[in-house]
């Protein structure tokens, strides 16, 4: 595989620690979810980034679909759960919000998104992951 783009970040203190990209562009505390303590956690930022990505991918699909994703939007919900073997599991919603597109459309569109995407590669088979679709107006 070709790399076109490689970033590194580091964490100290796991989820009660700071992260930071190694470059210095960003750094965060991170909070576990139950703490009232003010930062982010593990699963946030894997939602952000997810939802960047698959949004990106979105709008690289529709172009070779001949599909306008005007006002497109992705959001990624993250949840995270105890397996039964006792170990963790991440747990996924992804909604595409697509105002005014037909919905048979927007199903082919967001399958060949899910199919596309770094992001869903990357946890296809092992995190449960379920694709849903608003083409209601704003």
Known sequence: MKIFYR???TA????????RLDDGSFAVNMVRPDSGETGVNPEQLFALGYA??????MELVAK????????????VEVG????????YALDLDITAHLPGMADD???KLVEATHE????????RGN????????????
């Open 7 to 9: 970033t590194a970040a």
């Open 52 to 57: 960047a990505c698959f949004d990106s991918a």
């Open 64 to 75: 070779k679909l001949g599909l306008s994703a005007k006002d497109a939007s992705s959001t």
């Open 12 to 19: 100290r203190g796991g989820r009660s620690g700071e992260s």
């Open 105 to 107: 459309d927007a199903r």
């Open 80 to 87: 995270i759960g105890q397996r039964q073997d006792g170990g």
């Open 127 to 138: 995190i449960e992951v379920r694709l849903h679709i608003d083409t209601k107006d704003v």
């Open 116 to 123: 596309v995407c770094p992001y869903s590669h990357a946890t």
